[in-house]
């Protein structure tokens, strides 16, 4: 096991500025300290870890005041869980070889998936807050495209991901690009996206599936892209991601099964040089 590098702590202080820069300027609400901010090696996003019993080793460990050898089991495992403690084997080129299978699939099959975007237990802590947004009436926009679909468009933790997904599908098409605008969606029983390609704001898409209900494990809800005149169904579990040409591609979802909801948040990407609105 090998410390993760790019780890950056907020402690009762400003953010980090190199957190700042890794997640934007628009990025108004972020989680309180203290906080690892934590770099995934395969997607190099970084996301936070609210820091609990692990606080003070944390800080002691990326200090240099203490070392692995010095922490308990208990305290290894869950930093691991974390990606704090990484398998030192294969650290250096899991991200070179994630962007050459995005920019193979993008080539030969017109869209490309990635799998497990988070950890476990970032996924487990990113599906408890999106439900807790739900529960509060937060997606509560007013969506004209599917009746009954709750949206929030700029959603804080959404942002954090949307400016670094940016650097990732830059990597993978190997076009410079920017974030435009980014959705929160919840859909419940018998949504239907009907067929349709996007506005200019939407040159790249990603959809990222985060939580399905009542049972994350059951009956993914796919969606379809029509490449070339032929039909694929994605399906993609919760913490997965969709990547395809929005301005190019006719996407849809057929009617989502009775009693079943998804969550998804969908995040679009302009070229750096597109002067026009980025709503």
């Not at 402690?11 to 770099?39: C, M, N, S």
């Not at 704090?84 to 962007?99: C, E, F, M, P």
Request: glycine share 6%.
């Amino acid at each position: 096991l090998v410390d993760n590098p790019p780890i950056y702590l907020h402690l009762p202080t400003d953010v980090p500025p190199l957190v700042r820069e890794r997640i934007g300027q628009r990025v108004k609400v972020l989680p309180p300290p203290p906080t690892a901010w934590v770099e995934n090696p395969r997607t190099r996003i970084l996301m936070p870890v609210v820091l609990d019993g692990e606080t003070r080793c944390v800080v002691d460990l990326v200090g240099g005041r203490t070392s692995m050898s010095d922490l308990e089991d208990a305290q290894r495992r869950r930093l691991q869980q974390a990606d704090i403690l990484l398998q030192a084997n294969g650290v250096a080129t899991s991200h070179a070889r994630l962007v050459a299978d995005m920019a193979s699939a993008l080539q030969s099959d017109g869209f490309a998936v990635v799998r497990d975007v988070f950890n476990e237990q970032q996924l487990a802590a990113v599906k408890d807050y999106i439900r807790r947004l739900i529960a509060g009436g937060y997606l509560n926009c007013k969506d004209l495209q599917v009746p009954g679909r709750e949206s929030r468009p700029n959603e804080a933790l959404m942002q954090v991901l949307h400016e670094q997904l940016a650097r990732l599908v830059s990597a993978a098409t190997q076009e410079s690009l920017k974030p435009s605008f980014t959705l929160l969606l919840h859909y419940k029983e018998g949504s239907v996206l009907n067929r349709h390609i996007d506005r200019e704001q939407c040159r790249w898409n990603i959809s990222f599936a985060l939580d399905y209900g009542p049972d994350a494990d059951a009956d993914i809800w796919p969606i379809c892209v029509d490449i070339h005149g032929v039909a694929h169904e994605v399906r993609l579990r919760a913490g997965d991601l969709l990547l395809y040409r929005g301005t190019d591609t006719p996407h849809w979802r057929d009617r989502l099964a009775d009693g079943r909801s998804a969550t998804v948040a969908v995040f679009h990407f302009v070229s750096s040089s597109f002067d026009g609105s980025l709503d």
